[in-house]
C-alpha cells in the first residue's frame, strides 16, 4: 500500500509560525497607513470646511446678511461630511479665517486668534504646513457661535430662519456690508443681536437699529449677545420700511400755521410694507408735485381717508432705507 502524503504537526505549527512573524511584521505599517488615511481624510474635511466658510461668506455678504461665525450646531456650513465632526470658525469683517476648530472621535485641529486662515495652511501632524492636525486630547470640546456647548454626539442643528415681523408685510430690514444688527437700551448701551432673534417690533414702536464699527475696534471679532462698546461704533443707523398714509385732513391751506390746539391733533394713521403705488381699493396715485392732490396721470383724486403712499420711496425701489440716528 501507497503512503498518503501530508503535513506531520510539527509542519504545520512551523507554517503557523511564519505566519504569526509575517503578520507582527507587516501589522504596524498596516495600522500606520490606517492611521494616515484616517488622519488625511480628517485634513482634507478641514480644508473643506474653510473653503466652505469663505464661499458661504462670500454668499451671505452678497444676500445683505452679516456673518462673521458658523458651527456645526447653530449656523452650519453646507459639507459633506460624517456626523461625528464638530467645527466653529470665525471671521472678520472681510472676511478673512481668523480662527478654527475642528474636532471628530480621534483628531483635532484647533487655531485661534490667527490672521487670515487659508485652506492651504492646514496640513497633518507629518506636514510643514503651519496649522497641523493632534490625536484628540481628552475632555476637547466646542462653544458654538451663540456661546452653547456642542456636546459629544450632539446631532447639527438647522440654522434658524431669519426673524420677519409681520407688521412690516415684506419690508424687513436689510443689512448691507460691515452693518451689525443691535438692541439698543434705555441708556444707550447697543447689544449685538442674533438676525433670528425679535430685534424689532414696529407694533410696539421698537425700530430695527444697526452700527458700523471703526476700522479698528478693540474687538474685531463681536459675536451675537455681546455687548459693543461706544468706541469702537463709528454710525448708529435705523431702518425706515416702506409705508403708506392715511389723508386725514384736505383742507386748502394759504399759509403755515406754527401751532394748531392740542383737540386738533391726529395721530397719522400708517400701514407698513405696501408694493404698489397705484389706485388700488383706498389707495390714491402719490402725487409726485407739492400741492397737488392727484398725479398726472391719476384718475383718481386722493379724498380724505384714502391710503397714500409717501413719496420718498417712489424715487427709488426699495422696500425701505437706513437713515442715520446721530451725527455720522
Known sequence: MKKKKGFTLVELLAVIAILAILVLIALPNILNLYRNARENT???????????AQQKYIEDSMNNKNVTCYD????????????????????SQDGKITSIEVLDNNYQLIKTNGTDIKRDDIGNSKSNKTIKSEARQEGTGLTACDGSTIEEGEKVEEPKEKYVDSELHGADPVLGTGMLPVMLSDTGVATYAHDYDEWYN???????NAVILV?????????AGDTILESDIRAYFVWIPKYKYKLFNMGNYTE?????PESQVQEIDIVFGTETTGEEEGECKTPMESGLSKASDATKECQKDDYMTHPAFLSIPSNGFWVGKFEM
Open 202 to 208: 414696529y407694533k410696539n414702536k421698537e425700530w430695527a
Open 215 to 223: 476700522d479698528n475696534p478693540s474687538n474685531p471679532n463681536y459675536k
Open 42 to 52: 480628517f485634513v482634507d474635511e478641514v480644508q473643506n470646511i474653510v473653503r466652505t
Open 72 to 91: 456645526s450646531k447653530t449656523n452650519s456650513l453646507d459639507i459633506d461630511a460624517k456626523s461625528s465632526l464638530k467645527y466653529k470658525v470665525e471671521l
Open 256 to 260: 403755515l400755521e406754527s401751532s394748531q
